[in-house]
């Protein structure tokens, strides 16, 4: 690819690809955005013009759903996970609508990872690192809102978890990963 660096706002921190490898997607944890790009034939990105796109405070980590419709960000900040729509064929990301009736969704202090069960993409896990748990949430896969899993956040047996891993197709597992 020529020019192989491209601008993604002051501070990013966070990047996915959705399935279909036509869009890519950035947080910006110092400007509260996420960014998003068209990949072209020659893997060139070009922003999409409607973005950046407003985020919570803090973004720190991002992820896709399997399928490719549903955007989640874990917002360090202010304790939550934003949720977005994905349009398939524009890459606009939209505030998907959370059963509260908010764009955001509460987790427990600092979540820095986020990640989406990439076996049946229906639960969202955030781990929070000053209080050392994992947020969970169950995905509804018809509008892509979040609701909290009962009995959590979960404690962890780590001291300040900062990254989450999934094993696809292994029943659920969930990793937790400590600097």
Known sequence: VSGNSFLAGVKPVGISCEPTSHY?????????????????????LVPLRNGPFKTGSGPSSIQIDPRGKFLYIANELDNSVSAYDIDLTAGTPSSAVSTSGSSSNATSTEPVAILVDPSFGRYVFTANLKDNSVSSFQLNSSNGTLTKVQNGPFPTSIQSPTALAAIPHGNHSVQLIQN
Do not use: K, M, R
Not at 24 to 44: F, M, W
């Open 24 to 44: 890519v997607y950035v947080v910006d944890y110092s400007q509260n955005e996420l960014i998003a790009y068209s990949v072209l034939n020659v893997g060139t």
